[in-house]
């Protein structure tokens, strides 16, 4: 076999690179339907994660004005039906406490007492008004018992606190 | 004798006859300078070509095997003369056909050196039958039903290019005989029968398909003038014609720089190890050229792809990470395995949505609204409230009104409120009143 020539290994290597080349170009087009839709993938994968930030930063808002609260805690059930409910004595009753964001534990309380509709009211008005406040989550009103104008009342009031 | 012919279509004959040493000095010079190419015929009583059949029908295949089947054919060793291959062809078997062209490497070293005498060194050195034939070929067409023979009649010999309309203008062989015009000059009669005699001789011996055809002669070269004793020893009956090519005393130096100004080396003789310097440069610069084209094309696909590759990961890889570090905030986790963020996100979130969920409610006390809503309404429609219950999402509404339709306004009012609502009254009992239930669910 004879020694190639400078021409022919100038050649061959050129050859070699433009197979390399053309291999890769190949490789490259047969692929590159593949490598879009992976670009695509990700591409989509990162709008969807952003809009469950949105999503997730809407929901913080509503833990923020409890955040800015001072006390952290809401006043007792029993004081505001002292300040009221004058005169009347309700049975408050610890129910179950549900654990929340940051910290914060849901905390349900059952009332039951009997009193006038309007007085029921105020109740109410003052307990939302309260900081952090109690919202009404349940409630059982019976018209006249024990008197005509009176209702027999029982609540389930939820208030945030943290500890 | 020499005949310049230029791209733009331009032949000028420079000199016919002996030229002086200016003039050669001149050619020579132009053709050093790399401005013109020196084109120059072997003499058929120098050069052998032969038709030959291979029994292969691969073209690739046949290539390999002329020269051994040429080997059989030459009067001397194949190692001991240059050839080339010319009009590779399908045969009639389907089989591959080749025109070779071959002379001893002597005699083109001689042919070499008489042009090194006169400080020429011509870059192509063609077998002349070949070339007069195409040359003839090129100026007057060859009608299907004649067999032509080219006749070259030089200063001491004559070649005989001999070929048939019948195959489209097909040659069918070269010959070359040791006498020409210095012979037949002085209108010698003895001459004239010899020369007579070798071309019938010839020509008796060319296939039987061509014998029955129409002979046209076509004299050509500087022997030309001297055909009519020729033509009158030939002439045998009417279908044999005679004519003289144009301009014949130049006409071998035309077809010469016209084939070689066309690129057509077939016949080309000169080649192997004698192969001229020029040509060997230009070859390697196209070589050179090859190699840097397909380097550059290679080249610029490479980086393509590569670049292409690069981009492609980086692009990935940025993705990736903003990905993996939003999954991360979002999720509070720190590992996170590829391809899962999206869930492992989704789950912490809706983990975090039921934490947050007591939040959103305290903001909006759906209960103490409904509950401020239906006793306002209840008033309004003068209904007199007996029981009303909420849990969850069910509604329980008891009471009495002196009207059967008074609970209509209140249930339509709860529906407002967005409970689907479900209506039962009793007659009005002794009371008179009218008791109803509404059931309520929130949608």
Redesign the interface.
């Given at each position: 076999m004879s020694t190639p020539t400078t021409?022919q290994v100038?050649?061959g290597?050129?050859?070699?690179?433009?197979?390399?080349?053309?291999a890769?170009?190949l490789?490259?087009l047969g692929s590159l339907t593949d490598?879009l839709h992976?670009?695509d993938r990700?591409?989509a994968?990162?709008a969807?994660?952003?809009r469950?930030?949105a999503?997730?930063r809407g929901?913080?808002q509503?833990?923020a004005?409890?955040e800015a609260l001072t006390i952290k805690q809401p006043p007792s059930l029993t004081e505001l039906a002292a300040k009221s409910l004058p005169g009347i004595a309700p049975s408050v009753r610890q129910r179950e406490s549900?654990?929340?964001?940051n910290g914060?534990q849901?905390r349900r309380v059952e009332v039951k007492f009997d009193a006038s509709?309007a007085a029921l009211?105020n109740f109410?008005t003052a307990a939302?008004a309260a900081r952090?406040?109690w919202?009404?989550?349940?409630?059982?009103?019976?018209?006249?018992v024990p008197a005509p104008d009176v209702v027999r009342v029982t609540l389930l009031l939820?208030?945030?606190e943290k500890k | 004798m020499l005949v310049r012919a230029e791209r733009s279509g331009a032949l000028t004959t420079l000199w016919n006859g002996p030229a002086d040493a200016a003039q050669l000095k001149a050619v020579s010079a132009e053709v050093a300078a790399g401005r013109a190419l020196l084109a120059a015929a072997l003499p058929a009583t120098d050069a052998f070509a032969r038709w030959i059949e291979t029994p292969l029908v691969a073209a690739d295949k046949a290539l390999k095997v002329l020269p051994a089947l040429l080997d059989v054919q030459l009067p001397f060793p194949l190692e001991t003369c240059l050839y080339a291959f010319s009009q590779l062809q399908p045969g009639a078997a389907k089989n591959f056909r080749a025109l070779a062209c071959a002379a001893r490497r002597t005699d083109i070293e001689a042919r070499l050196a008489q042009f090194g005498a006169l400080g020429l060194d011509p870059a192509l050195l063609t077998h002349e039958g070949l070339v007069l034939w195409r040359q003839a070929q090129a100026e007057i067409p060859l009608a299907p039903t004649t067999l032509r023979v080219v006749v070259y009649l030089g200063d001491g010999r004559t070649t005989l290019a001999v070929g048939s309309g019948a195959g489209g203008g097909e040659l069918i062989s070269l010959h070359g005989l040791r006498l020409g015009a210095d012979e037949l000059a002085p209108a010698d009669a003895p001459a004239v029968r010899q020369w007579v005699g070798r071309v019938n001789q010839l020509l008796r011996a060319l296939p039987a398909g061509a014998a029955g055809e129409a002979v046209q002669w076509l004299w050509c070269g500087p022997g030309a003038e001297l055909a009519g004793p020729l033509e009158a020893a030939l002439a045998q009956g009417d279908r044999v014609r005679f004519k003289a090519l144009a301009e014949p005393a130049t006409f071998l130096a035309r077809a010469l720089a016209l084939a070689a100004l066309a690129g057509d080396t077939a016949g080309q003789l000169r080649n192997g190890d004698l192969t001229h310097p020029a040509l060997r440069a230009h070859t390697a610069a196209g070589y050179r050229r090859s190699a840097f084209s397909l380097l550059g094309a290679g080249g610029a696909l490479l980086a393509l792809g590569i670049g292409w590759q690069v981009w492609l990961q980086q692009a990935n890889d940025r993705l990736q990470t903003e990905i993996l570090a939003r999954a991360q905030e979002l999720s509070g986790k720190t590992h996170i395995q590829y391809g899962t963020e999206i869930a492992t996100v989704q789950t912490a979130l809706k983990q975090r949505a039921a934490e947050l969920q007591p939040f959103a409610d305290a903001l909006a006390p759906v209960a103490a609204r409904d509950l401020a809503a239906i006793l306002a309404a209840a008033r309004t429609c003068h209904v007199t409230l007996e029981a009303l219950s909420h849990s969850g999402k069910s509604l329980i509404v008891r009471g009495a009104t002196d009207d059967w339709n008074h609970c209509d306004p209140l249930a339509a009012q709860l529906r407002t409120l967005g409970y689907a609502i479900e209506l039962s009254r009793e007659e009005a009992g002794a009371d008179e009143l009218v008791r109803f239930t509404l059931k309520g669910t929130r949608r």
């Open positions: 021409a100038r050649l290597l050129a050859l070699a690179v433009a197979a390399a080349g053309g890769l170009a490789y490259t490598d992976k670009l990700k591409t994968d990162l969807t994660l952003r469950l930030a999503d997730q929901s913080q509503a833990l004005p409890f549900l654990s929340a964001a914060w849901a509709a009211g109410l939302e952090p406040p919202r009404l989550v349940e409630f059982d009103l019976v018209a006249g939820e208030a945030l | -």
